[in-house]
Every structure is written in C-alpha cells, then in structure tokens.
C-alpha cells in the first residue's frame, strides 16, 4: 500500500488541549506535561485508510498566550491544520475570527479542521447552550480526558490529506 | 402601778428590746452589706485605677508609636504580615472572581501593548538561551568528548535543545576516523523526510528531520537581524553538517575528526546528489519517492571519506 507524509498543525490558544489531543491520538493516554523551549511539540502518527497510509508529522504549535508569534516558518509546508479552542471556556474563543484569519493568510487552501475540545466538562443541556455561543461552524466537538472523537477527528484530517489537490 | 400594768411594762420593755435587737440585727446586717459593698467597690476602684494606669500607660506608648514610624511599624507589622498570611491562603476564595475579571479587562483592552512589551524581552531571553546551549555544544565537541552513535544520541542531543539540560552520560574516547554515519534530505519549511540513509539504524528519522526544521526555523527566527543560519551543530564527537539547497537542506552527521574541507566536501557531494536524484517540483512525498532517494544516498555515502 502506497504511504505519503504531510506535515500538520495543531493550533488554538493556551491550554485549550492540543497537546492532550495528540497524547490521546498518538499515545492513547491522556496526560499533558510536555514543554518545550523551541514553541513547538512534533508527534508523528500513521493513519490507515483502505487505500493508503499517511504518515501525519504533527506539529503541536503554541501553547503559550502569544500563540501566533511562533517563529512563522512553523507554518509553512504544512498540508492541513487543526485550530483547537475550549468549549468549557468561551475565553478561548472569543479571538476565534482573527486567528482564522490569520492562519488562512499563512496557509493557503489547505483543510481546516475546527475541534471544540473538553466536551466533558459539561453536562449535556450546557453542552448545547455553549455550541450556540460559538461563532464558526465545529466540525467535532471532543474530549482529549475520555477520547470522544478524538480518532475520528485525525481520520477525518487523513481523508482530506489525501483529497488535497494542492500537494504540499 | 398595779401589777398588771407593771407586767405590761415588762412585756413592753421585753418586746421593745426584741424589737430594737431585731432592728439592730436588720441594720446591722445591713450596715455590713453596705460595708462588704463599699469594700467591693473599693476593690472595684482601685482595680479599674489600675487598669485605667496601665492604659494610661498603653495609651502614650500608643501615642509614642504613633509619632515614631519604626516603634509603628514593629507593631503593626506583625499584624499586617499576619493578615497577609491569611490573604494568601484564601486569597482565591476572596478576591479570585474579581481579581480575574479585572486581570482579564485589562489584558483584553491592552493586548497588544502586552505582547510589544513582553516579546522583545522574551526574544531576548530565547536568543541568550540558544546561544549559550551552542556555546556548550561547541565546548563539548572541543573537549574531545565522544559517545558510540546511537539512537541515544540523538535522544539527548534533542534533550540538551528542548529542555536546556545537559547530559548527564559521558564518555571520553580517542577521536575516530571521519565518517558519515546518517544523512537527512529534508524538505525545506515542512521538515518531511525525503530521503534518509544510516549506517546504524537510529530514533524516528521523520521525528529527527522534523525536530531539525523547527530548531533551523526557530534560530533563523531569534537570530532575524544577525548572521542568519546555523551551518554546523556541534555534541560530542558528532557533528551535523546542514547544507541548504533550493527547496530542501540536507543534515549529514559526521562522527570522528573533520577537518576544515569536511563542510565543502560535502557541499559538492550533496549538490551533485541533489541536481541528480530530487525532483525539481515535489508536490508529494511518498514512500517510492522516499525510497528511491534513500537508496541512491546509500550508494554515495557508504564509502564516503569526508576528510
Ligand atoms: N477535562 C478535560 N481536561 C482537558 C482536556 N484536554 C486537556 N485538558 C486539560 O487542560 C489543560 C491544558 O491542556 P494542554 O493539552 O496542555 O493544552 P494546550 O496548551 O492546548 O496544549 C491540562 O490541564 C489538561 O489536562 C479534556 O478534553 N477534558
Ligand atoms: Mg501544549
């Protein structure tokens, strides 16, 4: 079966749960205590689909309050990205427009996949209240602590690797 | 007086002094009530005039302390410190909602002079802590100090950058013959993989060529207004060439003594390598690609003598 490599990112302001997301998807545990001086974490996890395996290097970026002033290179040659925000926390989306926008002025025509992370920390009739609040369609709404949609989340960004017209 | 009126003397007389020792008794008793409550007063009083002495006294070393900042403070700190005790233990339970709403406002109404303030001391920071782990780098290299090539070695060479801890395993061995032990082709800004060789089987090269980009990205980012790319990254007695071609670089790691035509010498090796075996338009990695690459790397340096 044929294999390609994409690059990854995984953005969204500070302590959202980006880097719980890649431990559950990549390590299958949820635990967050990794930091690094460079602003960056790189995981790599391989996805099969029936057709084809990608090998996704995923670049947990951020995590810090001044998220978006990575060095901006950390952007470039990516083929997707995951912009995380904190469905319990609507703090953490309240900036969601302008880093939209500038993550579309930094990576062009790429799939973007919008998660709205921490789903269990609230019950069911809140969970509904706060996905009003949110301004910008969520394509999954997941919890990095039980797993919800954590899988499905990368499976999905796999399939629209592979559909990607634009290579790299 | 008859009789009957002498006895009705007596009766009265009789009655008239039970009668007085029943008063007397009565007042009496009640001259001693009133004495025992006069004593308590007295007690009463001198006791208050006591009290009433000492705070006299509390009084003008009050009004002493009062007039004497130092004598104030050594009082009252005492009580503030103790408060402040307090504070800080429930400081969350009594000031946390307000605190945050207001650290919140503020940092909201000032974001960007927030950010123009701290980022140019935090890139100040980030430049001083990568120069001084290169500075280490280097010292290391120059002490001779060397390691088998392992995947442990690049374990702690990532270690050593992402964490700023040095190494805690040396060990010293005589310098060994040049030789190239792996060579990274590595697409520039996305820092995939497209072609690897290794004489020992290594970590994850995806990882290491990633991990790679991000430190290239990073310095050249910290260094913008400076010299610009880092060309060579010296640990132990490895050390990583990196070569920049149009749109890939390549990371060739030496072990052993290099000399000053090591760097050139792979420079014309790998743009020949380069001009012959990497596309000119890559839109895609794949596993054919990566191949092809690696096994065309195998052939050239397997033998290659970089002195
Ligand atoms: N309850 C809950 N906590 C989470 C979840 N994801 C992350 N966290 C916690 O949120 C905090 C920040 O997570 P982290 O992954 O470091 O966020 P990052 O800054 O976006 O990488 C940590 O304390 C995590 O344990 C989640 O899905 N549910
Ligand atoms: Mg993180």
């Known amino acids: ?16 749960g980006k880097t719980s997301l890649i431990s559950r998807f990549v390590y299958q545990k949820f635990s967050a205590t990794y930091k690094t001086t460079l602003g960056v974490r790189i995981d790599r996890k391989t996805v099969e689909l029936p057709e084809i395996t990608i090998n996704m290097l995923i670049w947990d970026i951020g995590g810090e309050q001044t998220q978006l002033r990575v060095p901006e290179t950390y952007y470039l040659g990516s083929s997707g990205v995951i912009y995380v925000y904190d469905i319990s926390r609507p703090s953490s989306f309240s900036q969601i427009h302008d880093d939209l926008a500038y993550l579309k002025s930094k990576l062009h025509d790429i799939p973007l996949v919008i998660v709205g992370n921490k789903t269990d920390l609230l019950d069911p009739v809140t969970l509904e209240e706060a996905k009003q609040l949110v301004p910008v369609n969520t394509h999954f709404f997941t919890s990095a602590k039980d797993g919800t949609n954590v899988e499905s989340l990368f499976i999905y960004l796999a399939k629209q690797l592979v559909n990607d017209p634009s290579g790299i | 007086m008859n009789n009957q009126s002498q006895q009705h003397t007596l009766v009265e007389k009789y009655l008239m002094e039970k009668l007085q020792s029943i008063i007397l008794q009565e007042d009496r ?7 025992g409550s006069l004593q308590n007063l007295k007690v009463d009083i ?20 009062l007039n004497n900042p130092e004598k104030l403070d050594a009082r009252v700190s005492p009580l503030v410190n103790m408060r402040i005790q307090q504070l800080k233990k429930n400081f969350y339970q009594e000031f946390g909602y307000e605190v945050k709403e207001t650290v919140k406002e503020e940092l909201e109404s000032s974001k960007d002079e927030f950010i123009e303030v701290l980022y ?28 088998t090539f392992s995947v442990k070695w690049w374990k702690q060479i990532f ?77 132990e007695n490895q050390r990583i060439y990196l070569h920049n071609f149009y749109k890939h670089y390549t990371a ?15 420079n014309l090796a790998l ?16 596993d054919s690609l990566f191949n092809g690459v690696s096994r065309h790397l195998r052939e050239i340096f397997e033998d290659f003598d970089p002195t």
Do not use: C, W
């Not at chain 1, 079966?1 to 959202?16: D, N, Q």
């Not at chain 2, 140019?120 to 390691?147: C, H, M, S, T, W």
């Not at chain 2, 390598?273 to 794949?286: K, M, R, V, Y």
């Open chain 2, 46 to 65: 001198d006791a208050l005039n006591h009290e009433f002495a000492k705070m006299q006294g509390g009084v003008s070393m009050l009004v002493d302390n």
């Open chain 2, 159 to 235: 270690h050593t950058l992402l964490t700023g801890e040095s190494m805690t395993e040396r060990s010293v061995k005589a310098a060994m013959p040049a030789q190239v032990e792996e060579v990274f082709v590595i697409q520039s800004f996305s820092g995939l993989l497209i072609g690897y060789y290794s004489r020992s089987n290594t970590a994850d090269p995806d990882l290491i060529a990633a991990m790679l980009t991000a430190i290239q990205n990073f310095v050249s980012d910290a260094f913008k207004s400076e010299s610009g790319n880092l060309q060579t990254i010296d640990h």
């Open chain 2, 271 to 286: 743009s020949d390598f380069s001009s012959q075996h990497i596309p000119a338009a890559l839109t895609e990695i794949d």
């Open chain 2, 252 to 266: 060739t790691v030496i072990s052993g003594a290099t000399d000053a035509a090591t760097a050139e010498k792979l």
């Open chain 1, 1 to 16: 079966m044929r294999t390609i490599t994409k690059k990854v990112i995984l953005t969204g302001s500070f302590a959202v």
């Open chain 2, 29 to 35: 008793r009640q001259i001693q009530d009133i004495s």
């Open chain 2, 120 to 147: 140019p001391i935090i890139g100040k920071l980030v430049q001083r802590y990568v120069r001084y782990q290169f500075d280490i780098f280097l010292e290391n290299a120059q002490k001779g100090i060397g390691n």
